[in-house]
């Protein structure tokens, strides 16, 4: 009898949405995010293993095109994330030791921790409250003699202000770097977010609204720049395995510069480029979802959700919400609230500064970057999302609106 009880307990509707256990029918859990993978996705991965070229190749070559061509760029370079992206970005800058880059502290720890690899110093700049962006202003105010390059983040997808960006550092004679991991489909003044870019990195984590389980993605509209990075991932060669391969007489290779092994293989290459044709259909749905979000949530007091600049569009990689400071519980928790009815949320986007990795690290007031990052919290938000799942999300948001 034991046995058959706990087997009913334990009793499971695979492809359903609820849980047979001790305390009854129970809701599936919902998580914070969920890629939109499928047969195609698993096709073209294996038609690239069966073709006994896995490594970079072809279909390298073949997704770096497409992807160029959909974000406006001249070239696209891929790599093995868009931390390598970051790191080769500002090798190929000449970024390195006495130098400093201004980057926010409200982003990922691999934005600061690029310029560490190349011996700089990150010197962290605060946001503004509505996009969880630097400005000029917000960049201004911590540049010094010895900055080099900024690194403005499109933080979860909500594009920044990019031409007043790159204006004001074309008059400071410094560079700009775009890490746009989040931002695939976003849009600044109608164009594509890495259109116009100096460089631009890119991520495929499985957590973008593009992924290839990992990898990532450099775009440039410099030819010179374009070659020297696909030299740089590949340990300085000057011809690919790739190219070599082609040859019908023999290559020898040379080794220009030190360089590293930052490469994508085909079979990420040959999901990316499916994951690559369903953007704009994962745009619209990301878009739509995020204006359900805004509308069942524009009647809670207190809370505050992310939306799109004047200056653009966001993908909505990440929906976020920042409570007033009034509002009845702290973030932690909504967070347990959300929990405990079987919901999956995150802590609002990290502040690098104060994890211990950069403990004692120097810099200036931060207090918006701080706020954001102490009360903010990421809501789920993916493709296959029912309205059954958000007004769950939103249900517990009522409800601890009113404790």
């Known amino acids: 009898m034991a046995r058959r009880a706990r087997g009913r307990h334990r009793a499971r509707r695979i492809a359903g949405r609820t849980v047979s256990g001790a305390g009854g029918q129970q809701p599936e859990r919902v998580p914070v ?3 939109w993978l499928g047969e195609e996705e698993a096709r073209a991965a294996a038609d690239a293993v069966l073709s006994g070229w896995v490594a970079q190749g072809p279909r390298v070559a073949e997704f770096e095109r497409a992807f160029a061509a959909r974000v406006g760029a001249a070239h696209a370079v891929a790599v093995s994330s868009c931390t390598t992206a970051l790191h080769l970005a500002l090798v190929a800058l000449g970024v390195g030791p006495g130098d ?7 982003s990922f720890i691999a934005t600061a921790n690029a310029v560490r690899y190349v011996g700089a110093q990150p010197v962290f700049a605060d946001v503004e409250e509505a996009t969880g962006n630097v400005t000029p202003q917000s960049v201004d105010a911590v540049r010094t003699p010895a900055t080099k390059a900024v690194i403005a983040v499109h933080q979860g997808g909500v594009p ?4 007043a960006l790159r204006e004001r550092c074309a008059r400071w004679g410094v560079a700009l770097v775009e890490d746009a991991a989040c931002a695939i ?3 600044v003044g109608g164009q594509p977010v890495g259109s116009g870019a100096l460089v631009a990195a890119w991520s495929f984590h499985p957590r973008k609204v593009v992924t290839t389980g990992e990898g990532g993605m450099l775009t440039t509209d410099d030819e010179q720049w374009a070659q020297r990075l696909r030299r740089l991932r590949e340990h300085g060669m000057n011809a690919s395995a790739a190219q070599r391969h082609a040859s019908s007489t023999p290559v020898l290779e040379s080794y220009l ?4 092994n930052y490469r994508m293989t085909d079979i990420q290459a040959a999901v990316g480029l499916v994951q690559l044709g369903k953007l704009d259909v994962m745009i619209a749905r990301r878009r739509a979802l995020a204006e359900r979000y805004g509308e069942l949530l524009a009647d809670v007091p207190g809370l505050v959700p992310v939306r799109d600049p004047a200056h653009g569009a966001s993908n909505f990689q990440s929906y976020w919400v920042l ?3 009034g509002f009845p519980v702290d973030r932690d928790a909504l967070l347990a609230a959300l929990a405990q009815a079987g919901i999956s949320a995150r802590r609002g986007i990290m502040a690098a500064h104060l994890e211990p990795a950069y403990a004692g690290h120097p810099h200036g007031p931060l207090p918006v970057t701080e706020r954001i990052s102490r009360d903010s919290l990421i809501l789920p938000l993916f493709h296959t999302m029912t309205d059954e799942q958000q007004d ?3 249900a517990v948001l009522r409800e601890q609106a009113k404790r």
Not at 100 to 106: A, G, H, I, N, Q
Not at 160 to 163: K, L
């Open 185 to 187: 489909g976003s849009t």
């Open 257 to 260: 510069e030190v360089g590293f």
């Open 33 to 35: 995010m969920k890629p």
């Open 392 to 394: 769950r999300v939103v």
């Open 160 to 163: 920044a202000d990019v031409h």
């Open 100 to 106: 400093e880059v201004v980057v926010p502290s409200l």
């Open 323 to 325: 409570p007033d400071p």
